[in-house]
């Protein structure tokens, strides 16, 4: 089976090595030819665990491939995947479309013989018919079908997540359409994950939904925290107790910072939009992003209390970048709203991440001193503060960290330490609801 990829970014370049792991013959492009020049000499050009053995495995078995050009390899496809960026459009708030329709009339020039063009970006409703007519307007003979095949998987465990989904989601409405999409996911039917198979409007909509689902879960523990905060509870054990509930589930229950990421802002926004647009009321994830956004204001007010009032002049080593451990996305990350309030008001910020400061550096206030090693970055400073729950700052050697800073506050927005032990240490120690 012949697959081709349109994007290879975080979705796109790890959706075409699993297909290519799968068996079939994928060919990845992108128009970013830095990108594909990196992937054609063996680098990858973001993090995620993993994704180096199994491109290389894969370009090596001859199975994956590179190109800028998408010609070649949409005459001789059978799918072909547009995995682009789906950013939210400034002003509106409204997922930006132009990268898929500009993807949708490229390939229509070069469809030869049957062909299905798979929406795997996450696209407001109605997307894949408008993919259909650009295709028809540009290519009145094209034999071709439009479908739908959302992608669920989280960065960081992107690999796993493709390989062993919940679920795989196929919006298609022709049995041609189906049975191929059936074929490239066959090696799932070993490990029995569920195809649900519906029509291309329900398959658009299950993604918003899905990630507003989740946001709102987030959003409102968050929210609990804050009352468990006024009310001497503690939101580990109220989440911890929720959870147990079958019908509530453990998962996406943990209190922090707010959610950040290039999925859950974005589609939340974007779902509202599509409601509007359609005349229908979407209070709970309007309501769900602003408490988001209050959640990342009071984060910032945390640290200022926590500082005795100002953040000004004082020192502060932040720990964590990406919105997430695992990945080097900054896209929407917590820290993008949190460390330029702080910078604003005079804060002195040493940051540290193991994989996000690239990316950090052209986003983050140009104050900012990015530290390489944790323990350098702590020193001298009045606080610190945990953003993002990497695995390296599970373990901290506390009593260095005691000896190195100035100040003992210990600002823990992850809620990974316990409160005892870091009071122990002579820390005064904030963290999220407890
Ligand atoms: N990142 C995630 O965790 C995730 C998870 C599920 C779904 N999604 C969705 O998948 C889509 C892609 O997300 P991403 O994070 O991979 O984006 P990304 O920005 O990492 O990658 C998109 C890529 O598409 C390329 N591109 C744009 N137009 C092109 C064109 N006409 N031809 C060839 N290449 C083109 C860009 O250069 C870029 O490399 C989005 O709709 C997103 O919402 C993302």
């Not at 990108?35 to 053995?53: M, R, S, T, V, W």
């Not at 910072?257 to 409601?275: E, H, M, N, Q």
Request: aromatic share 6%.
């Amino acid at each position: 089976m012949n697959v081709v990829m349109i994007g290879s970014g975080y979705v796109g370049l790890v959706s075409g090595a699993c297909f290519a792991e799968f068996g079939a013959n994928v060919v990845c492009v992108d128009k970013d030819e830095s990108k594909i020049n990196a992937l054609l000499n063996g680098q990858i050009p973001i993090y995620e665990p993993g994704l180096d053995d199994l491109v290389e495995r894969n370009n090596k078995a001859g199975r994956l491939n590179f190109s800028t050009e998408l010609k070649q390899s949409v005459e001789t496809a059978d799918l072909v995947f547009i995995a682009v960026g789906t950013p939210t459009r400034r002003g509106d708030g409204h997922a930006d479309l132009q990268y898929v329709y500009a993807a949708a009339e490229e390939v229509a020039g070069y469809l030869n013989g049957y062909t299905v063009i798979v929406d795997k970006s996450t696209v407001p409703v109605g997307t894949a018919r408008q993919v259909e007519r650009i295709i028809k307007k540009a290519n009145a003979s094209a034999d071709f079908d439009v479908a739908s095949n959302p992608e669920f998987l989280r960065e960081g465990s992107a690999i796993g997540d493709f390989m062993r989904p919940d679920r795989v989601v196929l919006g298609v409405e022709s049995e041609r359409a189906e049975a191929l999409l059936r074929e490239l996911y066959r090696p799932l039917n070993l490990i029995e994950a569920p195809i649900h198979v519906t029509n291309l409007e329900s398959a658009e909509l299950i993604k918003y939904a899905s990630n507003a689902f989740l946001a709102t879960k987030i959003s409102f523990i968050n929210e609990i925290s804050q009352l468990c905060e006024k009310v001497g509870a503690d939101v580990h054990s109220v989440a911890k107790g929720m959870g147990l509930d079958g019908r509530i589930g453990k998962k996406f229950l943990h209190a922090g910072p707010g959610y950040g990421g290039s999925c859950f802002p974005k589609d939340t926004l974007a779902l509202v939009r599509i409601a509007q647009e359609h005349g229908s009321s979407s209070r709970i994830v309007e309501t769900v992003i602003e408490v988001n956004a209050a959640q990342k204001a009071r984060m910032v007010q945390k640290i200022r209390d926590a500082l005795g009032g100002s953040e000004h002049d004082k020192k502060i080593a932040v720990l964590g970048l990406t919105f997430k451990p695992e990945t080097d996305d900054m896209r929407d990350s917590p820290s993008l709203s949190i460390l330029p309030a702080l910078a604003d008001k005079g804060a002195i910020i040493k940051a540290h991440d193991p994989e996000g400061v690239e990316e950090a550096k052209k986003i983050l206030p140009e104050s900012v001193e990015y530290i390489d090693d944790i323990y350098s970055a702590v020193e001298g400073t009045d606080a610190l503060v945990i953003l993002t729950e990497w695995n390296q700052y599970r373990g901290l050697d506390l009593d260095k960290i005691k000896e190195l800073m100035s100040g003992n506050k210990f600002i823990d927005l992850r809620n990974i330490y316990e409160r005892d032990m870091i009071e122990s240490k002579g820390f005064e120690y904030t963290c999220v609801g407890r």
